[in-house]
Nanobody
Framework: QVQVVESGGGLVQSGGSLRLSCVAS????????MGWFRQAPGKEREFVAG????????HYADSVKGRFTISRDNAKNTLYLQMNSLRPEDTAVYYC???????????????????WGRGTQVTVSS
């Protein structure tokens, strides 16, 4: 069992930055892949970024490449998402998720992730 809690969302103007955090507990944090997903109203939940256990392998959705950076601090059991150059289309609820079946393979489907936080709202105004 893994519990994850996100924080750091808010309202920001277009072009601004936010940093999301996610604290995990319940299993050894360094044993599994972590990911960020988002869901806008009326849309499917989509992959944003994922990272392997060591933080050495990261994958991003094309829509956020070059603007978002995922990282993790295993000593603090914390996952981060640094979001720069935010756009109105980035507005969504952002979720942190744990894929405890893998340490290195970042998977892109939300169906593959077993444990989820409640989400944090990010709103980007134009």
């Amino acid at each position: 069992q893994v519990q994850v809690v996100e924080s750091g969302g808010g309202l920001v103007q277009s072009g601004g930055s936010l940093r999301l955090s996610c604290v995990a507990s319940g299993r050894t944090f360094s044993n599994y892949v972590m990911g960020w997903f988002r869901q806008a109203p009326g849309k499917e939940r989509e992959f944003v970024a994922g990272i392997n256990w060591a933080g050495a392998i990261a994958h991003y959705a094309d829509s956020v490449k070059g603007r978002f950076t995922i990282s993790r601090d295993n000593a603090k059991n914390t996952l981060y998402l640094q979001m720069n150059s935010l756009r109105p289309e980035d507005t969504a609820v952002y979720y942190c998720a744990a894929d405890v079946n893998y340490r290195n393979s970042v998977r892109f489907s939300h169906h593959e992730y077993e444990y989820w936080g409640r989400g944090t709202q990010v709103t980007v105004s134009s």
